[in-house]
């Protein structure tokens, strides 16, 4: 099994640009999670979704999208780049009750 | 909510000395409790949890951790460190009814001298 994939792995993007990070799990778990890791503050949760068509904010909503049009995938939308979303951002997946199950990360600097 | 608070950023042990890694946590609900691993260039990795039952848990590479309520701790250890062990480590808690909403620590780095 793949687990969780994560597309891009590195991405530099311009202020005011827009891009979108991919997650894909093959694991059919419902819940999904997108966190971004910044050093010294652990892992910030930005959004997540408990299953197809329901998605609901974390602690670091502002500046992202998502949505969850099938069980697999669950993209990160940035709509705007400011450089504050330079981070490591990472896609996570787990059944209820269960582990999360994370992927590699995007590497991801906005100048 | 939920919040997590490990104490010690960066922790270093000699190899073969008693590794442990504090985590408090707060909760309003019963408490999931998690440990995990990062190393460099990588995701995270489960190393043990803590739903309900027995309050010691036993994890991967002969880690392990005991919950303990009256405490709020969940706290992790390792009678004997490898070189093997040097890693980042984060301990996280979540609801019983949406571990979606899972709220991590920031991390304690461990270093293990030889």
């Known amino acids: 099994n793949a687990g969780v994939t994560q597309t891009p792995k590195f991405q530099v993007l311009k202020t005011g640009q827009s891009m979108t990070l991919q997650c894909a799990q093959d694991?059919?778990?419902?819940?999904m999670s997108w966190y971004r890791q910044d050093p010294g503050m652990g892992l910030r949760l930005i959004h997540y979704?408990?299953?197809?068509?329901?998605?609901d904010q974390g602690e670091v909503p502002n500046g992202y999208n998502v949505s969850r049009s099938t069980t697999e995938d669950f993209p990160l939308r940035l709509l705007s780049a400011a450089p504050s979303q330079t981070s490591v951002y990472f896609c996570?997946?787990?059944?209820?009750?269960?582990?999360?199950?994370f992927g590699d990360g995007t590497r991801l600097s906005i100048l | 909510a939920q919040s997590v608070t490990q104490l010690g950023s960066h922790v270093s042990v000699s190899e073969g000395a008693l590794v442990l890694l504090r985590c408090n946590y707060s909760?309003?609900?019963?408490?999931?409790l998690f440990w995990y691993v990062q190393y460099p260039n990588q995701g995270l990795q489960l190393l043990l949890k803590?739903?309900?039952?027995?309050?010691l848990v036993k994890g991967i590479n002969g880690f392990e951790a005991e919950f303990k309520k009256s405490e709020t701790s969940f706290h992790l250890t390792k009678p004997s460190a490898h070189m093997s062990d040097a890693a980042e480590y984060f301990c996280a808690v979540s609801g019983p009814y949406n571990n979606n909403d899972m709220r991590f620590g920031a991390g304690t780095r461990l270093t293990v001298k030889p």
């Open positions: 909760s309003s609900v019963p408490p999931y």
């Open positions: 694991m059919n778990h419902e819940y």
């Open positions: 979704s408990v299953g197809a068509g329901i998605t």
């Open positions: 996570a997946s787990s059944y209820r009750g269960g582990p999360q199950h």
């Open positions: 803590y739903t309900t039952g027995a309050t």
